[in-house]
């Protein structure tokens, strides 16, 4: 008969003795400051880090993929920018939390046996998956702040979207397995040891928290305003761009045509009412609204700025069509669009804005019209807008 918990747990035969050599063999790693204590207390900052890091990614994923059963509000204005925000500071203090945890368990790398068991076997097939999973994702996320797309041969969304679900996942079984070891590490009669170790181990952990600390000061003024002058290794200055603000696509990569934002421009509105064409001057007729939103990219950095133009609502209710509607947002730029849900086209925040800052919107922030909305991503705060479409 067939015993699986037998087998998976049946001690397996030791390898052969010559096999052991190089790092195998016992006395290569000397270090006095690894040990459970160290790798336990950066294993919970790191759990810490990536759970939040997970659940604010798992939240812009909804925003922006919903299911029906998924609504996000316009208010409070600001929420996007801080979940945001926090997923690229926890995905960057991860860096170097993680370093420091491999390099505290890079020895059992080398463990003897390989394997005890099968069991045993598993259990280091699933951390080998989560190192792999967990590096993936900053890396991919690294290279997405940085937009060096090229680097990627996959889609970045897709891709960082299911690995976050093996990743998440693989930490959960990693947790459950290493829980009475993190419990132990962490326990009282740990602390007594010998007084030298827990003292080179305490500057050890404290220069990785200077580190984690210094990447989150160098980057989080990319959305954090005060801090702004000391981002020196954050991608985006938020303050550096036309009009004070940085543009993510250009008008020439979105393939804007002068053409046709000259004089020939129109706003076309359709919805339950019929259809409505609007040029640039009867925009600029209609009561104009002035709000104060950040524009808050999905990669982290946030500008603040002051937008004046139409409420999408008062736009809509040309062609009959109630305040809380769905409504498509359609760019001059093919294949660029997004949609605005009930409660953010009903906000009287939300604009069809034309000027920035008082000034004309420069051609790369989007003239002669571009939609601004609270609480909504970057990529979702469509540029150049040519239609709103009502939908049934
Ligand atoms: N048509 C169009 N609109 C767009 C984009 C785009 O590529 N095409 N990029 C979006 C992204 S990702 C961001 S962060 C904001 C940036 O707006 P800004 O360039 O005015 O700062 O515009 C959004 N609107
Ligand atoms: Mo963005």
């Not at 937008?307 to 305040?323: H, Q």
């Amino acid at each position: 008969m067939f015993r699986p918990i037998a087998t998976l747990t049946r001690r397996l035969p030791e390898p052969p003795s010559w096999l052991r050599r190089g790092p195998f063999r016992d006395g290569t790693f000397t270090s006095t400051i690894r040990g459970p204590r160290l790798t336990s207390m950066l294993g919970v900052a790191l759990g810490v880090c990536f759970s939040v890091c997970f659940a604010t990614g798992l939240l812009s994923h909804l925003i922006q993929h919903p299911p029906a059963w998924f609504g996000w509000p316009s208010r409070p204005v600001e929420l996007y920018r801080f979940t945001q925000g926090v997923h690229i500071a926890t995905g960057l203090a991860t860096i170097p939390l993680l370093t420091a945890k491999l390099w505290s368990v890079f020895p059992k790398l080398f463990a003897w046996p390989p394997f005890r068991s099968l069991l045993h076997a598993l259990e280091r097939l699933s951390v080998l998956v989560l190192i792999a999973a967990a590096l993936f994702q900053l890396v991919t996320g690294l290279l997405n702040i940085t937009y060096w797309y090229s680097a990627m041969p996959f889609a970045f969304l897709s891709g960082h979207y299911w690995v976050a679900w093996l990743a998440i996942g693989s930490v959960a079984l990693h947790v459950a397995v290493k829980l009475p070891i993190v419990r132990d590490g962490l326990s009282r009669h740990r602390r007594r040891e010998r007084v030298t170790e827990g003292w080179t181990r305490r500057r050890f952990l404290g220069a990785v928290a200077a580190t984690a600390g210094a990447v989150t000061v160098a980057t989080v003024g990319q959305t954090l305003r005060p801090l702004t002058p000391l981002s020196v290794l954050a991608p985006r200055r938020p303050d550096i761009g036309p009009q004070g603000i940085p543009v993510n696509t250009s008008a020439t990569a979105a393939g804007i045509r002068p053409q046709a934002i000259g004089d020939g421009y129109r706003l076309v509105l359709s919805g339950p009412g019929g259809r409505r064409a609007l040029s640039l001057t009867e925009l600029e007729a209609i009561p104009q609204s002035t709000v104060r939103l950040p524009i808050a990219c999905v990669e982290g950095w946030s500008a603040q700025a002051e937008w004046t133009g139409v409420r999408v609502a008062d736009l809509i209710a040309l062609v009959g069509a109630p305040a809380h509607s769905r409504v498509e947002v359609v760019s001059l730029q093919t294949g660029h669009r997004s949609i605005l849900d009930a409660s953010h086209t009903a906000d009287e925040l939300s604009l069809i804005a034309l000027r920035l800052h008082g000034e004309p919107l420069h051609l790369e922030h989007g003239y002669p019209a571009r939609l601004i909305a609270p609480n909504r991503p970057g990529t979702q705060q469509t540029k150049w807008v040519a239609q709103l479409r009502v939908m049934a």
